[in-house]
């Protein structure tokens, strides 16, 4: 077993990133990079490692193996980089921006699609062992529920706090999110039929109020 640990320097953009031997302490390896590291997910294999960087407003994938840089995702004009999740097969990688979630081919580096809609900074970002859903929480104290292949926003909770982690239980029936002043929320995820699903999705999904661009757009009346 192994334990990947960033590091950065306060309200710096240098850091490192270690690989550690659970068993013996033991550092393995230092990757190839001195630059700032918020957040860290191996894939399913251990093969691969995701990384962002806030200020630099990027996320690399590593190569366990080797602690070399495999692919870069970087976009400094989305905003900060605060957690990287990867999607199903680890094919995809799922990154905050700045009020955006971005989905990214992991092979390609092409950004497939964005999830809109959040308030400020998304903190962290959470997707379901089956691949259904993804979770995020945010500065504004916004849990949100998405739809993962689409990008479709099924709900929200304000916790009244800046939400800095969430996640999802092993079996993806629970979801958790912790907030700046000590609150642990928990949800259980709703175990109905799909016609009852969709029905709980329409009444308590939040729809987002079109921006005024999109109101011209689309023809939409005062």
């Not at 860290?40 to 960087?53: M, V, Y």
């Not at 630099?56 to 970087?74: C, H, N, P």
């Not at 921006?97 to 971005?102: K, M, N």
């Amino acid at each position: 077993a192994y334990l990947l640990a960033g590091s950065q320097v306060p309200h710096g953009t240098v850091g490192h990133l270690i690989l550690w031997e659970v068993q013996t302490c033991k550092q393995v390896r230092q990757f190839d990079t001195d630059e700032e590291v918020t957040s860290i997910q191996f894939s399913r294999d251990g093969k691969k490692a995701l990384t962002g960087s806030s200020q630099l407003g990027r996320a690399i994938l590593w190569d366990v193996a080797t602690g070399k840089e495999t692919q870069r995702f970087s976009y400094v004009e989305y905003g900060n980089v605060f957690g990287v999740a990867f999607g199903p097969n680890d094919a995809t990688a799922l990154v905050t921006g700045s009020g955006e979630l971005y989905l990214w081919d992991v092979n390609t580096g092409n950004l497939l699609h964005r999830y809109p809609g959040i308030k400020l900074f998304p903190m962290s970002v959470a997707i379901s062992p089956g691949g259904q859903y993804a979770l995020s929480g945010d500065t504004n104290g916004d849990v949100i529920l998405w739809d993962y292949a689409t990008g479709e926003e099924l709900g929200r909770e304000n916790l009244g706090n800046m939400v800095f982690s969430v996640t999802f239980s092993p079996d993806g029936k629970t979801a958790y999110a912790a907030s700046i002043d000590g609150k642990l929320i928990q949800w259980t995820m709703v175990n109905q039929s799909l016609p009852e699903l969709l029905d709980w999705i329409k009444v308590n999904r939040y729809v987002r109020p079109l921006t005024e661009a999109e109101k011209l757009q689309y023809h939409v009346e005062p």
